[in-house]
């Protein structure tokens, strides 16, 4: 019990820390996750995005001991806008984001529960979670082969510029009409006091539902 409050302390506090990176940096950061039988979860060592290109790849800080086959995701922050400028970043997850979670999850040996992509910034923090592990590895196939295709739809159901709730919407809607309703991926918002709840499309795509775990 005491090595589990660890991780979950270890946890809560790179997530508040990138929160504070994401209103102070011009890069983003990132974490990448692990889990392994004999060692049990461990987080990576900080790495960051460029002054040329700022968005942090989540398929990177791969070490000896911390490998592609027991990666389980990553936690990494979005860029706050600067005060009178446009936004610089997504909200919520960007289709770059997902991508890259699907090559985690399609090279580690890990069990579909263990995985989780979670993101965070001042407009709140969210969490991707594997529903089906072939589901979503099948998917990358597609993702991979029509990236472009892809990014054009992302960019239709939301932009940088809408407000939280249509972002979420956005995403929401992307994830069901372009995979024929099953990306294999759940989305998730953490509430003010710590605790999750799950964002769900609406039957008429319309609107969305927050339920609390």
């Known amino acids: 019990m005491y090595f589990y409050l660890l991780r979950v302390f270890d946890f809560n506090n790179k997530l508040a820390d990138l929160k504070t990176k994401a209103a102070s940096q011009n890069t983003e950061s990132a974490y990448a996750l692990f889990s392994t039988i004999n060692n049990g979860f461990s987080i990576s060592g900080e790495f960051t995005?460029?002054?040329?290109?700022?968005?942090?790849s989540i398929e990177r800080a791969i070490t000896q001991e911390q490998t592609v086959v027991n990666?389980?995701?990553?936690?990494?922050?979005?860029?706050?806008?600067?005060?009178?400028?446009?936004?610089?970043?997504?909200?919520v997850f960007s289709f770059s984001d997902i991508l890259?979670?699907?090559?985690?999850?399609?090279?580690?040996?890990?069990?579909q529960p263990d995985f989780g992509l979670y993101v965070t910034s001042g407009a709140g923090t969210f969490a991707l979670k594997v529903n089906s592990k072939i589901t979503f590895r099948n998917n990358l196939y597609r993702m991979t082969v029509t990236q472009d295709a892809y990014e054009r739809a992302f960019n239709k159901y939301l932009t940088k510029?809408?407000?939280?709730?249509?972002?979420?919407?956005?995403?929401?809607?992307?994830?069901?009409?372009?995979?024929?309703?099953d990306i294999g991926l759940e989305l998730y918002q953490q509430k003010p006091d710590g605790n999750w709840e799950k964002l769900e499309l609406a039957p008429s795509g319309k609107t969305?539902?927050?339920i609390s775990c």
């Open 71 to 91: 990666c389980i995701g990553a936690m990494h922050c979005h860029l706050d806008p600067l005060p009178g400028q446009a936004p610089r970043t997504y909200k």
């Open 161 to 181: 510029e809408n407000d939280l709730d249509t972002q979420i919407l956005g995403l929401l809607n992307f994830m069901s009409s372009e995979f024929n309703g």
């Open 49 to 56: 995005g460029t002054e040329k290109n700022p968005e942090v």
């Open 208 to 210: 969305f539902n927050r």
């Open 100 to 111: 890259g979670f699907a090559k985690i999850v399609s090279q580690s040996t890990n069990e």
